[in-house]
């Protein structure tokens, strides 16, 4: 919760009706998966993600990370080095016009015997996170999108009742619940023809 907090400040809960919400993974999806990452210095934004979130704020669509960050509870970082990041990274968003409403990370090493069942939950490809933020901003699950990189980002969309899955850079079959894209420039080319936007 410690990390809502300090958010918090910079965001207004939706108040009338259910929202509809962008939900994104963050390495792979934001960033550049290069492992672990902690430090400013070695967060390089993935092509196409302001682009992407410009867009969908002009939809008034919520934009949301939920991210596993086992390297917490692994000890390779501290909660408070994620703290950092996360600040940093939230304001680049501001800037670029399309500030994220709501971080939410699963923390907790998935190794560990003493884990508690509810943090184990909230660790994708459990849904915990995305009904965790729907309660808190109000959120129509049902008319909002999920973009991962991973199988366990489509599985956990699709366990929190997502129907809009959309897995980029990865190729896991025909009969995989999620549309499969390179890179996020695609994906954003689809959805824009899908909303009508383009022909």
């Given at each position: 919760m410690f990390l809502i907090q300090i958010l918090w400040v910079h965001f207004?809960?939706?108040?009338?009706?259910l929202a509809p919400a962008l939900f994104l993974d963050r390495d792979g999806?934001?960033?550049i998966d290069n492992g672990y990452i902690s430090e400013i210095k070695d967060f390089i934004f993935v092509d196409g993600i302001f682009e992407m979130c410009r867009y969908f704020k002009g939809l008034n669509y919520k934009i949301i990370v939920v991210t596993n960050q086992s390297g917490i509870g692994r000890g390779y970082f501290s909660q408070n080095k994620f703290n950092v990041l996360n600040k940093?990274?939230?304001?680049?968003?501001?800037?670029e016009?399309?500030?994220l409403d709501l971080i939410l990370a699963a923390t907790a090493d998935p190794n560990d015997p003493n884990v508690p069942e509810a943090e184990f939950f909230r660790r994708k490809p459990n849904p915990g996170m995305i009904f965790e933020a729907a309660a808190?901003?109000?959120?129509?699950?049902?008319?909002s999108m999920l973009i991962g990189d991973s199988l366990r980002d489509i599985e956990a969309g699709n366990a929190a009742g997502i129907p809009n899955l959309y897995l980029i850079g990865g190729q896991?079959?025909?009969?995989?619940i999620a549309e499969s894209f390179t890179d996020l420039n695609q994906c954003l080319l689809e959805l824009?023809?899908?909303?009508?936007?383009?022909?």
């Open positions: 207004k809960v939706e108040q009338k009706g999806v934001i960033n940093w990274m939230s304001e680049r968003f501001i800037q016009g399309c500030g808190l901003l109000k959120l129509d699950l049902a008319k896991f079959g025909s009969s995989l824009r023809r899908k909303l009508n936007e383009i022909p």
